[in-house]
């Protein structure tokens, strides 16, 4: 039996090691990115209104986590998109999807773990009861668990085949309007 545990910024940060485990296991990333990866998911803790969920087994272990917090201008990532959303669609439309988001930071489950129902328990409940209008998020844009997982929540893509600044790899910037379907 999984159970799902809601804390707050400083657990969160007490739990970097466990975190940046499970995101390893999961995403396998370049070594050479991981420092500057757990330095972002530290300053993320920071931004207002942030939740972070762990699936916890009985015996203790982690399976997975999930966080999000409230986007604002001035986070990196809320920038980015905006003015790509704006640039794309117009204002009404990027201000339709981010002025009142809760940016749906990031999501992993331990590979031992995946496809037993933990990721999409992990984004109804960080979803669940949230003030914002919308639940924004970027995931490779590949026919991936989380491309079908988030579809099946009643996400649509807001932009395609997006690259970053500085990045090169292609991604869906995807929304949702609050409460989740
Ligand atoms: C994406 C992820 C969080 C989903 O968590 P999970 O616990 O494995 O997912 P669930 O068991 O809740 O299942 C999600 C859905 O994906 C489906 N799925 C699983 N593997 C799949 C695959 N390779 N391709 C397409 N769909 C897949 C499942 O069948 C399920 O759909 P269903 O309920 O309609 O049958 C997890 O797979 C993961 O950590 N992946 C690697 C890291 C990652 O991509 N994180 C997201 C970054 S945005």
Known sequence: MIEIRGTGPAEFTDRLETVMSIYTAAMHPPAEQITGRQAIMRGHGAHPDFRCLFAELPDGRTAGFAYGFHGLPGQWWHDVVYQALQERSGTEVAEAWLGDSLELAEVHVHPDYQG?????ALVHALCEGRPERSA????????TAARHLYRSLGFTDLLTQFVFPGGYEHYAIA???LPLR
């Open 175 to 177: 929304g949702a309007v």
């Open 136 to 143: 924004v998020l970027s995931t490779h844009d590949h026919p």
């Open 116 to 120: 037993k129902g933990i990721g999409r």
